[in-house]
Nanobody
Framework: QVQLVESGGGLVQTGGSLRLSCAASGSIFSANAMGWYRQAPGQQRELVAAITSGGSTNYADSVKGRFTISRDNAKNTVYLQMNSLKPEDTAVYYC??????????????WGQGTQVTVSS
């Protein structure tokens, strides 16, 4: 089995910063694309940022220039540095990973979600 464990959410004022972490553990052959999604109340889950195992990144237009995604392949961990936070960034943030397990089959996994609240 594979687990994604997130940390780093919380309450911050407008303009502040937070750093999210997500560590994958378990029966992992390799972690492929990893990323962060978010879901605000009454809205659909949306992609925030993603990163391939080679380091190529993709960001939602709304976070470009403010958020930075990175990863440590040795630790199967992905990070999201969030700067210049705005109230509209308030949401539950979910980690996602495409994992190749030791049976060489690819699966999609999700973290449990971490709340990010930005006060105005």
């Amino acid at each position: 089995q594979v687990q994604l464990v997130e940390s780093g959410g919380g309450l911050v004022q407008t303009g502040g910063s937070l750093r999210l972490s997500c560590a994958a553990s378990g029966s992992i052959f390799s972690a492929n694309a990893m990323g962060w999604y978010r879901q605000a109340p009454g809205q659909q889950r949306e992609l925030v940022a993603a990163i391939t195992s080679g380091g190529s990144t993709n960001y939602a237009d709304s976070v470009k220039g403010r958020f930075t995604i990175s990863r440590d392949n040795a630790k199967n961990t992905v990070y999201l540095q969030m700067n210049s936070l705005k109230p509209e960034d308030t949401a539950v943030y979910y980690c996602h990973a495409e994992i190749t397990r030791r049976n060489y089959v690819k699966y999609d996994y999700w973290g449990q979600g971490t709340q990010v609240t930005v006060s105005s």
